[in-house]
């Protein structure tokens, strides 16, 4: 077994359930737990490690390259720009739902309501970006 391709695959693994996470996520609370905010926390929760996981797990991409061949994976135009936007996406994700952890309390309904659009926004962009990223690298 190679090496490479196990450390690859495993990567791959967190970054898969993290998509699945914040995606999955985000839609539930919006639409599913709109009406429970003890519920919505527990997802926030879940949101913001989907968001982390994706962030830790795309370094470790960058940097199974940098081990493997010396170098970051070579990619240019279109492809740079979806890796942007995803980064772009995750940092904002993380950030959102933090706040959203902190300030539950403080925020009514409506507040409430426009985090999980703006987390399940994020998410279907960077989700889309993705396949960006894997068919123009
Ligand atoms: C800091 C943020 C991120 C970085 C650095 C990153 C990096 C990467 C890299 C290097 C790949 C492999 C690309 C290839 O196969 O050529 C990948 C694949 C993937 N990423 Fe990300 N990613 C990030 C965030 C996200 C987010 C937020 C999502 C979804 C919500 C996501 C979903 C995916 C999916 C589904 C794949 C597999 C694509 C495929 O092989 O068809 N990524 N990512």
Same mark, same amino acid.
Not at 29 to 47: E, F, P, T, Y
């Given at each position: 077994?190679? =090496?490479?391709?196990?450390?690859?695959?495993v990567?791959?693994? !967190? *970054?898969?359930?993290?998509?699945? =996470? +914040? !995606?999955?996520?985000? $839609?539930?609370? #919006?639409?599913?737990?709109? %009406?429970?905010?003890?519920?919505?926390?527990? $997802?926030?929760?879940? +949101? $913001? %490690?989907?968001? =982390?996981?994706?962030?830790?797990?795309?370094? $470790?991409?960058? %940097?199974?390259? @940098? *081990?493997?061949y010396?170098?970051?994976?070579?990619? *240019?135009?279109?492809? !740079?720009?979806?890796?942007?936007?995803?980064? =772009?996406? &995750?940092?904002?994700?993380? +950030?959102? &739902?933090?706040l959203?952890?902190? #300030?539950?309390?403080?925020?009514?309904?409506?507040?409430?309501? #426009?985090?999980?659009?703006?987390?399940?926004? @994020?998410?279907?962009?960077? @989700?889309?970006?993705?396949?960006?990223?894997?068919?123009?690298?």
């Amino acid at each position: 077994m190679s =090496a490479e391709n196990l450390a690859y695959a495993v990567v791959q693994v !967190v *970054h898969n359930f993290g998509a699945a =996470a +914040v !995606v999955g996520g985000a $839609l539930a609370a #919006r639409w599913l737990a709109s %009406a429970d905010v003890r519920r919505q926390r527990q $997802l926030a929760w879940l +949101v $913001l %490690a989907g968001w =982390a996981a994706q962030a830790g797990s795309g370094a $470790l991409f960058g %940097a199974i390259s @940098l *081990h493997f061949y010396g170098q970051f994976p070579d990619i *240019h135009g279109t492809a !740079v720009a979806a890796l942007r936007v995803k980064v =772009a996406c &995750a940092l904002a994700g993380f +950030v959102i &739902a933090a706040l959203f952890l902190r #300030r539950t309390d403080r925020w009514g309904e409506g507040a409430r309501r #426009r985090a999980w659009n703006l987390l399940a926004a @994020l998410a279907v962009v960077a @989700l889309a970006a993705a396949a960006f990223l894997r068919w123009f690298s």
